[in-house]
């Protein structure tokens, strides 16, 4: 349990921010709230009396600094992370405390890797990217899935979403990363990313009971082709969304969340099913529950207990399989999520 330790939110009042909050005090932790607007900062902090709140802006070191004095690590929940993960990455490594985030963006998680790896190896300091339901559940599902496997040929990780009602942090994330790729779609095949101008391909995934097979966007791309890469040699990686899922985020009109329960969780389920292929042999990993951001809560939370407790494998710029004990973390999640592993 957290002990009392502080631990920064940047991007508190947020829709993920809030959940990840709730979590920390719930988990032990004291969350100190922190982000860019202050008006909608000091209102979200008088729901939470004895939280101290503290604005900063991502073009004012300063301001950071200040918002992460005395914290033990800090978690970003800001998009769009092109713009607020990389400063809030260098002012974690000037206050010495880990960071991580739950940045969906794939370019800017390539940027998280291929700016800061050296630096926080050096420095010994810990920065986990896209610890969240895209890039970190997935990556945690097949490094479980792969076991004593020290390569696989190729890795499917399928979506299998009830609907998607995307944050209004969702759509200002998307149409940042649509821009940086001047419009064109991303996949991982040949072991690189490829950027690519056609449609993408519809097809029929076999998910298991209850959802049964569903129709699906193939090459549907998310930050699991950056996390799995970075530290599985696995040269095909690719991600599918249900096609009734993908109708959702797309359309404008589609509303955001809205709470059926206590915990403030949507009504979506999701199912994760993810295939990883070697030769001839498969093997397999599922994960379902209940709403995909209020997910990423317990998914970050766990992460930065098990960094601030000793729990890791390595230091620098490293993925959730990477870091952690992919079987063990994915057990640690059972109050949440529903595990299995297959063979």
Known sequence: MGSGQMVAVYGAYGHTGQFVVAELRERGF???????DAGKLQAFAASHPGLDARPASVDDPVSLDRALAGAAA???????????????????LRAGIPYVDVAAEIEANVDTFAHFTDRARAAGAVIVPAMAFYGGLGDLLTTAAMGDW????????????SNWHPTAGTRTAGKVSRERRGGRRVRYANGQLEYRADNPPTLKW?????????????????????TIPSHLSIPEVCTYMAIEAARG?????????AAVDERGRSAQTFLVDVVVRSGGSERRAVASGQDIYAITA?????????????????????SAGEIFDAPDFLRALSPHISLELLP
């Open 74 to 92: 800090v978690i970003n929940c800001a998009g769009p992370f092109a713009t607020t993960a990389a400063p809030v990455i260098e002012a974690a």
């Open 206 to 226: 076999p998910f298991p009971d209850p959802m049964g097979t569903q129709e699906v966007i193939g090459e549907f791309t998310m930050a699991d082709v950056v």
């Open 30 to 36: 004291v969350p100190v709230l922190s982000g860019r």
């Open 249 to 257: 985020i797309s359309d404008p009109d589609t509303p955001t969340p």
């Open 298 to 318: 317990p998914l970050v939370v766990e992460a930065v207990d098990r960094i601030l407790t000793g729990r890791t494998r390595t230091v620098g710029v490293a």
């Open 150 to 161: 020290s390569a696989a040929d190729e890795a499917h990780i399928a979506y299998g979403l």
